[in-house]
């Protein structure tokens, strides 16, 4: 069974531009989360998709948004671009949310570096 | 609340030692409490996780011990070896109608042969 797949695995983008990730979860799984790593803040939660709906949204600006298609992937954009969004970000995918279901695959991310 | 404390921020064992590493948190809502690997431009890999239910599991060389009393959680892994050599984050989840994780700040684990 293929894994979780993001694209692109590298961007450069300037300051005030937008960018598009991609994520393909796992064949049948039905939520993607999305986070953000860096060296200073680590790893943190941006938003989880489920069934196309958004169920859970962490502390980033509205720059950062997403949605998930009916075939379970799922996109992020951010607009106007800042130095400080680059990050490796990560895309997770699961079955569902309750019990085994809830466990988390993540992809290899997109490496987005701002200049 | 939402904070996972994770100590110590790096580790260096010997080929064949045991390496400890040790995780807290505040908010008694989280049920669920995974164990993540994360090598060198990879994403973060599940590698054993716990529920509050049972205060320990085993997983081949790799066990989590629980202590829900104490609200910390540790990761064991037992003859270690240099493949190990790696990032390792906890995390805890509320469950129910979310996935969402929060994770520790991460340990950088070198194994020396």
């Known amino acids: 069974k293929a894994g979780v797949t993001q694209t692109p695995r590298y961007l450069i983008k300037t300051r005030g531009q937008q960018v598009t990730l991609s994520c393909s979860p796992i064949?049948?799984?039905?939520?993607v989360s999305w986070y953000q790593q860096t060296p200073g803040q680590g790893l943190q939660f941006l938003f989880e998709?489920?069934?196309?709906?958004?169920?859970n949204k962490g502390n980033f600006p509205g720059r950062f948004s997403g949605r998930q298609f009916s075939n379970s992937r799922s996109e992020m954009n951010v607009s106007t671009l800042e130095l400080g969004d680059s990050a490796l970000y990560l895309c997770a995918s699961s079955l569902g949310s309750s019990g085994r279901n809830g466990e988390q695959f993540f992809g290899p991310g997109t490496r987005l570096t701002v200049l | 609340q939402q904070q996972v404390k994770q100590s110590p921020q790096s580790l260096i064992v010997q080929k064949g030692g045991i390496s400890i590493i040790n995780c807290a948190y505040e908010n008694t809502a989280f049920d669920y409490f995974p164990w993540y690997q994360q090598f060198p431009g990879k994403g973060p890999a599940l590698l054993i996780a716990i529920r509050p239910d049972v205060s320990e599991k085993k997983e081949g060389r790799f066990t989590i011990s629980f202590n829900k009393s104490a609200k910390q959680f540790s990761l064991h892994i037992m003859d270690s070896q240099p493949g190990d050599s790696a990032t390792y984050f906890c995390?805890?989840?509320?469950?129910?109608?979310?996935?969402?994780?929060?994770f520790g700040t991460g340990t950088l684990l070198a194994v020396q042969p």
């Open positions: 064949s049948g799984h039905r939520s």
């Open positions: 995390a805890a989840s509320k469950g129910g109608a979310t996935n969402k994780l929060i």
């Open positions: 998709y489920f069934s196309e709906t958004q169920r």
